[in-house]
């Protein structure tokens, strides 16, 4: 198995992390921590021997991301490999509530961190690894290489965040330039501060509630910015002669119908909970883990046209003010530290775009495409897509803060898909190397042609302030840079012709 080269970062290998101390604030909330580290190898610090104390901070358990770790799978060895990645993240959750079940025991003694959650977190994540190997090897004859180098997971300090943009573990984290992802237009943008908000932290002001336990495991104040401090983005790449100026919209409602699961249905089919966070559905309303092209076909959709049974999900956004929504106790919701009540967006629009190099072609029938990274947070900010604004200040954009919108502006979440495919693909091991961004000058990468590309704008109506968050995996935060979107290509033949045409033509269609 190819790994891109990068500097890796210590792990429990050649660094000890222990938790001097390790409190769930209710409901399934976040891990405070106290974290001594080693100095580790030839760097600064406490000497051998010896623990530095970085102070009462907050802390996420950082595992490898398999997942991007394996750009090819056999088809024959995906649905196992599905499975146990899906695994992998159910691990990481029960540790969380491992360590809630030993907290007073942590207290007493700071190596049964490592000891009795850690140490078992590894073993079961190195036999996940294995039957994993084992799955691709009786389809391929050859057992994929490094796999034994994703079972270790470390604790991340508020102070770890490290300066590589890695995850932490030495993984080569994210596609890169190689499939076209490096961010060309919608990646994530600099200056991110992965390290910055652990928790809840107790700065969080204005409608957050007083029942702090109810707010799970973050974010914290530091997660949020004012609009009105953020300067204008550069303008897009200009449109060269030829280039595909038409949009199409479909209207699919807001969630009026109130579909919500936390099923994973791309990266983790036939899975409960495979998402560990709860998604909001619109369109196909067969979508659940375990709908296959058939049943998606099949299915009843929300859209005004009826030809475009497409399915678009993406994390609910909860208000974090102490208010419990029905989902408390069910996985997805409060079993997995999203706490707070669930918004249906005030508008959703979702509108197909053109190239501003060229034609685009026809999307394939159950093209698969995730935008942003759910575990940017650890994986780093490689694969991520998030951005966030204001109405009224959408020429400024936010990738890894949450704005705070002045009165009478509501907030926007947006997702600029991937547009560029790769003409044989309705997807891929790691359900992304099968479609690429463009490049800056708007072109696509070699051996790619462009698509419509989906553009969806959420908006909601959510007092004004740092009082909301996504949700998410535990171990990411609820951190504003993990958002991201899902999108399966449901349209019938005749409409995506519509589309193209539309979008080729230079008109704007419904």
Not at 8 to 35: D, E, H, P, Q
Not at 138 to 144: D, H, I, L, N, S
Not at 404 to 415: A, D, H, K
């Amino acid at each position: 198995m190819a790994r891109t080269s990068r500097k890796k970062r210590s792990t429990l290998t050649n660094r000890a992390v222990v938790a001097a101390a390790a409190l769930f604030l209710g409901g399934g909330g976040l891990i405070a921590v106290n974290v001594y580290a080693s100095a580790g190898e030839g760097g600064s610090g406490a000497p051998p021997g010896q623990f530095r104390n970085a102070a009462s901070q907050m802390s996420t358990i950082d595992c490898p991301d398999a997942g991007i770790a394996l750009p090819d799978v056999p088809d024959g060895a995906r649905p196992e490999v599905d499975r146990e990645l899906a695994a992998m993240d159910t691990q990481i959750t029960d540790a969380y509530r491992e360590f809630a079940d030993r907290k007073e025991r942590i207290a007493r003694d700071p190596e049964l961190a490592g000891n009795a959650v850690l140490g078992p977190l590894r073993s079961r994540r190195a036999a996940s690894l294995d039957r994993i190997g084992t799955a691709v090897e009786r389809v391929e004859g050859r057992r994929p290489q490094g796999l034994e180098g994703l079972a270790g997971c470390s604790l991340r300090a508020d102070d770890d965040n490290g300066g590589d943009g890695g995850n932490g573990n030495g993984q080569d984290g994210g596609q890169g330039g190689g499939n076209g992802q490096d961010g060309g237009g919608d990646g994530q943008g600099d200056g991110q501060d992965q390290g910055e908000g652990q928790g809840q932290g107790d700065g969080q002001d204005g409608g957050q509630g007083g029942d702090q336990g109810r707010q799970g495991n973050g974010p914290e104040a530091s997660d949020f910015v004012d609009i009105q401090s953020v300067e204008p983005a550069a303008d897009r790449p200009r449109n060269r002669r030829g280039a595909s100026r038409g949009t199409f919209t479909t209207d699919c409602g807001r969630n009026e119908n109130g579909k919500f699961n936390p099923d994973n249905v791309i990266a983790a089919p036939g899975v409960s909970n495979g998402a560990h966070h709860m998604h909001d559905y619109v369109g196909n309303q067969a979508t659940d883990a375990f709908a296959g092209d058939d049943q998606l076909a099949a299915g009843e959709t929300t859209c005004r046209n009826q030809g475009d049974r497409s399915t678009y999900y993406w994390p609910v956004l909860r208000l974090q003010n102490g208010q419990d929504e029905n989902d408390v106790d069910a996985d997805g919701g409060g079993r997995d530290q999203n706490t707070g009540e669930i918004q249906t967006p005030s508008q959703v629009t979702l509108t197909f775009t053109g190239s501003p190099a060229g034609k685009v072609t026809a999307m394939p029938r159950f093209l698969r495409i995730i935008t942003g990274d759910a575990k940017a947070f650890t994986n780093g900010d490689a694969n991520a897509n998030a951005s966030w604004s204001c109405t009224g200040f959408e020429d400024r954009q936010l990738k890894d803060k949450y704005p705070i919108c002045p009165e009478g502006s509501q907030v926007v979440r947006s997702f600029a898909f991937q547009s560029c495919w790769d003409g044989q693909n309705t997807d891929s091991a790691n359900h992304r190397t099968h479609v690429a961004f463009a490049q800056e000058d708007g072109r696509c990468p070699d051996g790619f042609r462009a698509i419509p590309q989906l553009v969806q704008r959420i908006v909601y109506d959510v007092p004004p302030g740092p009082g909301f968050a996504v949700d998410s995996f535990p171990e990411q935060l609820h951190k504003p840079v993990t958002d991201h979107g899902d999108f399966i290509n449901v349209f019938d033949e005749k409409l995506m012709k519509k589309v193209v045409s539309c979008v080729n033509g230079g008109r704007k269609c419904r």
